[in-house]
């Protein structure tokens, strides 16, 4: 069926609003990521097992019986308590299901409107209902994942009956191309990739070249351990980027897109293979438009793993069968991007803000957030929080009630250390940053990048030594090797760390370390090279005295360097047991029967196995 | 146009102009180790740093990818520059296999020349070296991954100039390593062994096997001709030490801008001194079956002599000139004017197909 105008988008519109409310009750499942690894398909399986009859019934005989929908949706946002199942329409958010509890759910809920509130998410006394209860929820804006977790993440008519392709009819039927690039210019939307750097006027930068051959390309290549923002999009509302991404293309006038999906992201690539092909059946994509002569089509590209191709020219690069590395500029990608050719280069989450901005406007836009970073912004929060999970909340939100209010905390009220933002490439906020909105520009003063928003909390168990070390590692391995600051310089930054984590760390290595460190950020052929040293400049800043310990004192506060643990059995605590030595495997540990034992410092591996198995409590890490 | 200043020397270019490229017309030299000509610029080296200021902001950047700009003032030799392009030397040779007493390119690298220039003797790093053995699959010449510095210039060559884009980076981070796909090796993958990357590299990390054992400052003399094979006319430069040829490179002529195919770096002068090579005329002697030495009056004599009897016995067209390719022009002239004049044939051609 191809939908050939404006006026038959909103006929078909009508129809499928009607199909939707035909629903007497619905049952969203999470298919997000999180909850697909914790078991969501055999939910689904199961839940659409037991409604299968009743739509049978439902359809062919009997009128009066439900009528049951079971949709896989994307991320309903708390990751932590997953599977997650909604109810609708009594809105009843159940945590943590179980295949066994879907029989209680469709007796209870589906058929007789109960709730089965041992599903309900707790915290301490208090119980939440409905997902808006949850504070978690309840604190979020959500712009860009309005729709995620609310439709089916696989059907285009959900899509449109919750008003999708309004603003692409809005677009297309309403504005002038340059009215389009003019109002998200307006908007102040500033790419959510990373830099920062405002859409509209990379869009208008396009739109002046002469070449009329131009290319829309949306970096979905999400890399940053720790962050999945663009992936839970592109899983539950793959509609909306390539909404947003058919606007751009009409407002710079080109005709073809490529969406570049890290291949690591194999449901993402599967959403969107399905999303386009609805989208062509349905004849958004491809020639003419809604009959406005309006062509685009949109091709998909799969990543092969490289942290650097979410550079802007390595990006497109990869896409033209060549090895992902970075070039300098000029030419920037606006003017010669892919194949060359004018390219307006976003990412996933800034394609999806541009639908509501086009039916919104800008002003509206505008009232959300910052002065100078207006909108939301989508976080993963990870690490040592209670909920971990993904939100979107306007910029200027302060660390203190993204970790505070939404995050629910620190897991075991654990004292907070600090937040590596932005990945690898990012810094770490502490203790004084918690007050801060958080916005493109604040966070640069702070030494670290917004990134694309992945935040991994940090609490005191953690070592920072070892954390720059571990993101210094990463980027090590993930520098393409073009440049020699990036390509040696991270080598031998991370041999410091190294030595310092092993307890063979000098003082004079910490200069050499800021050094090297100061040389890369300034001296590197691209942003990743240029952001590389940020974990250890912002460390080293911050927690210079935990480097200090671990070199002087050959002491790591949080326990984790290994090289640096000593454990001792208290000779008070001890019984004499045996267990210790019975399980340490290089014989270490000595004594006679129910005397206390000792270990052996240089001959112990430091396994921690007579730790683990101490009936006494006798054995400390030092 | 746009004004500058160069170390203090006011230059007027065009705009887009790279402030290398300024430089160059300023008469100024801006050390590179990456960059070639006419190409994109790589801008991997870092090397050609210089500190710009413009309306009181000063940076550093690099001068092969920044454009000038009206009223830059740019400073080649600051005190921030020197201490920017020592530790990218410093980071280089970090990695780089310094047993130069036995390398090749002793005396002919660039990262060695800049080391000296720039008063680096050794590295202030310690740590890992790449410990990949050298690639001796491809039989023209060598690639020991311990003396390359990833200059990228042997790929740009490659892919950018020859166009055959045979090789390219390998690999990632500190592990990066020049080779072909799949599975690096250089002789698995699609090259003709042209050698230009060979000439492209500034240390000795690609060497031509062939090479005789020379240093660049026991050359004698380079003389400058034309390649021997092809109607192509390639300018190439012999290198000559104790009067015999022991090297072969590509110079800049007109037909070839400094590039030369796999056989004229590879096949065109180890013949000049091979010992199999006949060095005076030989006639064979009757008697014993054996060539003996003659003299080339004796020879010419023998030779005319039998060409006079064929034609006189079976009329001119029973004979025939045929002119070997390397011949030059002049001489494959003179030869088909002898066999039409002299033998009054026009059996006469030439093998110069290649």
């Known amino acids: ?622 | 146009m746009i004004h500058l200043t160069i170390d203090g020397i006011p230059v007027e270019v065009e705009k887009g102009t790279t402030i290398l490229q300024a430089a160059k017309q300023a008469g100024i030299t801006i050390p590179t180790l990456c960059y070639i000509e006419d190409l994109l610029p790589d801008g991997s080296c870092r090397m050609c740093v210089v500190e710009v200021t413009n309306n009181g902001r000063s940076k550093i950047d690099t001068a092969c990818t920044l454009q000038v700009s009206e009223g830059d003032e740019v400073q080649t030799m600051s005190e921030k520059v020197i201490d920017s392009r020592k530790k990218t030397l410093d980071l280089l040779l970090s990695d780089h296999n310094v047993h130069c007493f036995s390398c090749e390119a002793n005396g002919d690298c660039k990262l060695q020349d800049l080391c000296f220039e720039y008063g680096l003797e050794e590295t202030s790093y310690e740590g890992e070296m790449t410990s990949l053995p050298k690639d001796e699959s491809n039989k023209f010449f060598s690639y020991d991954p311990s003396l390359c510095i990833l200059c990228h210039r042997c790929v740009n060559t490659c892919t950018e100039i020859v166009g055959r884009a045979a090789i390219d980076t390998m690999e990632r981070g500190f592990q990066s390593v020049i080779g072909a796909a799949p599975e690096k090796v250089w002789a698995e993958g699609t090259c003709e062994s042209c050698g230009n990357c060979v000439q492209a590299c500034p240390t000795g990390a690609l060497s031509m096997k062939r090479r005789k054992k020379y240093r660049a400052y026991q050359v004698d003399k380079v003389v400058r001709t034309t390649c021997p094979h092809c109607a192509t006319g390639c300018q190439m430069d012999l290198i000559v030490k104790d009067g015999k040829i022991v090297d072969v490179k590509g110079a800049d002529g007109p037909s070839n801008r400094g590039l030369l195919c796999v056989k004229g770096r590879s096949g065109s002068f180890d013949f000049v001194d091979h010992k199999t090579r006949i060095r005076h005329p030989l006639i064979k002697n009757k008697e014993t079956g054996e060539f003996e030495q003659a003299t080339w009056d004796e020879a010419l004599d023998l030779v005319a002599s039998k060409f006079s009897e064929i034609k006189t016995n079976y009329g001119g067209d029973a004979l025939a000139g045929f002119a070997c390719s390397r011949s030059t022009n002049e001489d494959i002239y003179m030869l088909q004017k002898m066999v039409r004049a002299a033998f009054g044939s026009n059996n006469t051609d030439n093998c110069a197909r290649v």
């Open chain 1, 1 to 622: 069926m191809k939908i050939t105008s404006i006026e038959a988008l909103k006929q078909h519109r009508k129809k499928v609003q009607e199909a939707v409310n035909a629903y007497t009750c619905r049952i969203l499942v999470c298919s997000g990521n999180g909850c697909m690894a914790t078991g969501a398909q055999k939910i689904y399986d199961e839940l659409s097992r037991l409604t299968a009859d009743m739509m049978q019934v439902e359809v062919e005989m009997q009128k009066d019986l439900p009528h049951v929908g079971t949709l896989k949706t994307g991320c309903q946002g708390i990751c932590e308590y997953g599977p997650l199942v909604r109810i609708e329409p009594y809105d009843y958010q159940y945590v943590k299901v179980q295949v066994e509890d879907c029989k209680e759910i469709i007796e209870e809920t589906v058929k007789n409107g109960r709730p089965v509130t041992r599903l309900f998410h707790k915290d301490g006394e208090e119980v939440y209902e409905h997902p808006m209860d949850i504070p978690f929820l309840k604190k979020q804006t959500r712009i860009v994942l309005e729709n995620c977790g609310n439709i089916d993440a696989e059907s285009i008519d959900e899509y449109i009956a919750a008003g999708g392709f309004s603003a692409l009819a809005k677009a297309i039927g309403e504005m002038t191309p340059e009215e389009v690039v003019d109002e998200v210019d307006k908007s102040g939307l500033r790419g959510r990739g990373g830099g920062g750097f405002p859409a509209g006027r990379k869009w208008k930068q396009v739109l002046r070249q002469e070449e009329k051959e131009r290319y829309i390309v949306c970096n979905g290549d999400e890399g940053d351990p720790g962050a999945f923002m663009d992936g839970s999009v592109m899983e539950g509302d793959p509609y909306k980027l390539i909404e947003g991404m058919l606007i751009a293309g009409y407002a710079v006038s080109a005709e073809n897109g490529y969406i570049y999906v890290r291949a690591e992201y194999p449901l993402s690539v599967k959403r969107l293979k399905h999303a386009m092909a609805q989208l062509e059946e349905y004849g958004l994509l491809g020639e003419n438009i809604l009959g406005s002569g309006f062509n685009f089509h949109l091709h998909l590209n799969r990543g092969a793993g490289a942290f650097v191709c979410g550079e802007g020219s390595a990006l497109t690069a990869s896409i033209e069968g060549k090895r992902g590395m970075p070039r300098v500029k000029p030419p920037r990608t606006v003017e010669k991007g892919l194949w060359e050719k004018p390219t307006v280069l976003n990412n996933v989450e800034t394609y999806a803000n541009v639908p509501k901005i086009i039916l919104k406007g800008a002003d509206w836009f505008r009232t959300i957030g910052t002065e100078g970073s207006p909108g939301t912004k989508t976080f993963s929060i990870t690490g040592a929080i209670a909920n971990t999970g993904l939100i979107e909340v306007p910029m200027g939100t302060t660390l203190r009630e993204i970790i505070y209010d939404i995050g629910g905390g620190l897991k075991g009220d654990a004292k907070f250390k600090g937040v590596q933002i932005g990945g690898p490439s990012g810094g770490c906020l502490v203790d004084k940053h918690l007050d801060q909105p958080l916005d493109f520009d604040s966070v640069k003063k702070f030494n670290a990048i917004m990134g694309s928003g992945g935040l991994v909390v940090m609490d005191e168990n953690t070592c920072m030594v070892e954390v720059a070390r571990f993101f210094m590692g990463f980027t090590q391995r993930e520098s393409c090797g073009k440049c020699g600051p990036c390509r040696i310089g991270t080598k031998r930054m991370l041999e410091i760390l190294e030595k310092i984590v092993d307890g063979k760390g000098r003082m004079e290595d910490l200069d050499k370390l800021k050094e090297t460190a100061d040389f890369v950020r300034a001296r590197s052929l691209c942003g990743l090279g240029k952001s590389a040293p940020l974990p250890v400049i912002s460390t080293l800043d911050t927690f210079r005295d935990e480097y200090i310990e671990h070199i002087q004192e050959k002491k790591c506060r949080a326990h984790v360097c290994k090289a640096l643990k000593n454990y001792v059995i208290d000779p008070d605590k001890c019984k004499g047991c045996t267990k210790c030595a019975r399980n340490c495997p290089v014989n270490a540990i000595s004594g006679n029967k129910k005397e206390a034992h000792v270990i052996d410092t240089a001959k112990c591996i430091k396994c921690g196995n007579c730790m683990n198995n101490c009936s006494f409590d006798a054995i400390s890490i030092q």
